[in-house]
C-alpha cells in the first residue's frame, strides 16, 4: 500500500456516496450499495468531514506555525499534513503516519472492504488471522489459542494495528539503508 492510499481512498468515499450523481447500477465495487436511496449518505459526508478535522488537529497540535487548512478537496488534507510537519522529529512523523494509515482502513472498512485488516499480523501471536467485527469496531484474533487473561479472543483497535504497521514499515526502512 503506497503513500497515497488514504487519499485515493477518500476520494472514492465521496465519489461513491456524498456526490450524488449515482444512479442504476454500480460498478461492481459496493454491489450493495449501488441501489441507496439516500443520494448524499451524511453518515459518510460527516465521516470525511472528521477525519479532515482530525488530521488538522494533529498536525496544528505538533506544528503551531501551520496554519488552518483550507483547499476544499479534502483527500488534500494528507499531503497538506505532511507538508506541514516534514521538519519535526521522526517520531512525530511516525505518529502522522499512523493517523493517516488508520484513516485509511477506516475508508477502506466504510467502503465495505475489510482486506485491509486481513493485511494485519495479529500483534499477539503474528498470524494472518484477524477479522474485522463491526460491532466492536476492532479486528478479532481468528487463533483459538491466542487469548487474553479472560479467555477471549484477542481485539485490536485500527490505531493499534495502524502503529505497528508504521513501525515496522520504517524498522524495515532503516534495515534497508
Ligand atoms: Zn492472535
Not at 66 to 83: I, K, N
Request: proline share 5%; aromatic share 6%.
Amino acid at each position: 500500500m503506497g503513500d497515497t492510499a488514504a487519499a485515493q481512498r477518500l476520494r472514492l468515499l465521496q465519489a461513491e456516496f456524498v456526490q450524488p450523481t449515482r444512479s442504476g447500477p454500480g460498478d461492481g465495487r459496493t454491489p450493495t450499495r449501488a441501489h441507496s436511496t439516500a443520494p448524499i449518505n451524511l453518515g459518510v459526508l460527516q465521516q470525511i468531514q472528521a477525519a479532515v478535522q482530525e488530521v488538522e488537529t494533529h498536525t496544528r497540535a505538533a506544528a503551531p506555525e501551520a496554519g488552518p487548512f483550507t483547499d476544499p478537496r479534502a483527500e488534500r488534507v494528507y499531503d497538506w499534513a505532511r507538508q506541514q510537519t516534514a521538519h519535526l522529529d521522526a517520531e512525530r512523523q511516525q505518529a502522522r503516519e499512523a493517523l493517516i494509515y488508520r484513516q485509511s482502513m477506516e475508508h477502506a472498512l466504510t467502503t465495505g472492504d475489510t482486506s485491509v485488516v486481513r493485511r494485519q499480523p495479529c500483534p499477539a501471536c503474528g498470524c494472518w488471522g484477524l477479522f474485522w467485527r463491526e460491532a466492536q469496531h476492532k479486528a478479532v484474533c481468528v487463533n483459538r489459542y491466542c487469548t487474553d487473561e479472560q479467555g477471549l479472543a484477542r481485539t485490536w483497535t485500527l490505531a493499534h494495528l495502524a502503529q505497528q504497521y508504521i513501525a515496522e514499515r520504517n524498522s524495515a526502512a532503516a534495515r534497508a539503508t
